[in-house]
């Protein structure tokens, strides 16, 4: 077997999209002094720092950014590969607050349950919502993104990959799918 690579988005369509949730944020917070951006490592801490810079562009407010671990907070920690967990980083209370959780990629909806259950930590926000910039279907929790960059169908044993220039090098978003070799 190998691996069949589809480009989902290249790295202009990437930029594109972010700006428009960035708008989509603007226009959906009301009072942006009351607005968290909270990535979830690794590339929705990534991805919520590309959001807060597009925001301050378009709108010339500071908007705070958080980082949250979720790691201890997985209910399927046996079944995944563990890793070095990060350090979380909110800086300010969450009561009362807009937050927007930001991830990569949706799929079950386990990671989303978790982050519910770390923020809390951090305060009583007065409203969470989520953004995602790619849902790829397949939820087992009743877990739904206000903000999404880009619906893909996909098949539970495909893949999708998020890069970032950051840290991989380059933007873009790719679908792994396993095909068989002829012979």
Avoid: W
């Avoid at 810079?53 to 590969?81: H, K, N």
């Avoid at 909110?90 to 009362?96: F, M, N, R, T």
């Amino acid at each position: 077997m190998s691996t069949q690579i589809v480009n989902i988005l290249s790295a202009e369509e990437l930029r594109r999209t972010v700006n428009r949730l960035a708008s989509q944020i603007i226009e959906q917070s009301g009072d942006l002094s009351q607005l968290v951006l909270v990535g979830i490592y690794t590339r929705g801490v990534v991805l919520a720092q590309l959001l807060v810079r597009q925001i301050e562009v378009l709108e010339q407010v500071s908007v705070p950014l958080g980082a949250l671990d979720i790691t201890f907070y997985r209910d399927d920690l046996d079944q995944i590969e563990l890793r070095t967990p990060a350090k979380s980083d909110i800086a300010c209370d969450l009561s009362g607050k807009t937050v927007i959780l930001v991830d990569d990629v949706i799929y079950k909806g386990r990671t989303i349950r978790a982050a519910l259950n770390a923020v809390t930590e951090y305060g009583r926000p007065q409203v969470i919502r989520l953004l995602v910039l790619v849902d790829r279907g397949h939820r087992e929790l009743p877990i739904h993104p206000d903000f999404i960059g880009k619906h893909l169908s996909t098949a539970s044993e495909e893949q999708v990959k998020v890069y970032f220039q950051d840290i991989d090098g380059r933007d873009g978003v790719e679908l792994m799918r396993a095909s068989k070799s002829d012979g």
